[in-house]
């Protein structure tokens, strides 16, 4: 247990479903991430969020949309994705946006988009 | 952004020292060195953090030399469990730069028999 627990772990999905990825933390943290790691390739930061706000965008695709409705609660939600979008999804958190301590991650979705 | 140059791979052997360095030659006065662990399939791992000299916990050391230009990771007697890829990442970790949120492509160990 890593404090960061994301569900679920493997999804399918056609590229016309809807589906949603969920990160919980517990650890009192105020900043939350999003990250992709395709294979053999470094990972990708692709959203931040600091006491719920969106403070970064890494030029992410519109059919990946971040939600965070408070600071313990991150959801990536995907619609329409492409076969290129299958990846290893992680999410993370820390005290604050800098990384002081460290940054605690979750074990990742393990994303394949049919 | 301090961008971080480290070895692709490293090979050992159990019971041995291992010593990973990174070079960040445009470290910036105000950032740290952090080294993550990753294993295949799971998210990296905090190991250690520092900003200068030595900093020591109980599964690795950092070594900082003064002018701060490189670190080094020192992984005491390593096992066959301590296979993975570590990452070295400089940035402001009170500042909120990305630089401690930029992943490079890390140095993989292999630890055999």
């Known amino acids: 247990e890593t404090g960061v627990t994301q569900t679920p772990r493997h999804l399918v999905m056609g590229m016309t479903n809807k589906k949603s990825l969920k990160c919980e933390q517990h650890?009192?943290?105020?900043?939350m991430y999003w990250y992709k790691q395709s294979a053999k390739k470094p990972l990708e930061l692709m959203f931040v969020y600091n006491f719920k706000e969106q403070t970064e965008n890494n030029s992410v695709p519109s059919r990946f949309s971040p939600e965070c409705p408070n600071s313990s609660h991150l959801f990536l939600h995907l619609h329409t994705l492409q076969p290129e979008d299958s990846a290893l999804y992680l999410c993370a958190s820390s005290q604050a946006t800098g990384g002081a301590g460290g940054y605690t991650f979750g074990s990742g979705t393990r994303l394949t988009v049919v | 952004l301090a961008k971080t140059t480290q070895p692709i791979s490293m090979d050992s052997y159990e019971g041995q020292e291992v010593n990973i360095t990174c070079s960040h030659n445009n470290i910036a006065t105000n950032d740290y060195i952090t080294w993550y662990q990753q294993f295949p399939s799971q998210g990296p791992r905090f190991i250690i953090q520092?900003?200068?000299t030595k900093v020591t916990n109980e599964v690795a050391s950092l070594f900082i030399p003064a002018d701060r230009k490189s670190s080094t990771l020192s992984l005491p007697r390593v096992s066959l469990s301590d296979t993975a890829v570590y990452y070295c990442?400089?940035?402001?970790?009170?500042?909120?730069?990305?630089?401690?949120?930029?992943f490079g492509k890390g140095t993989k160990l292999s630890v055999k028999p």
């Open positions: 650890l009192g943290h105020n900043a």
């Open positions: 990442l400089v940035g402001d970790i009170y500042g909120g730069s990305q630089g401690n949120l930029i």
């Open positions: 520092g900003y200068k």
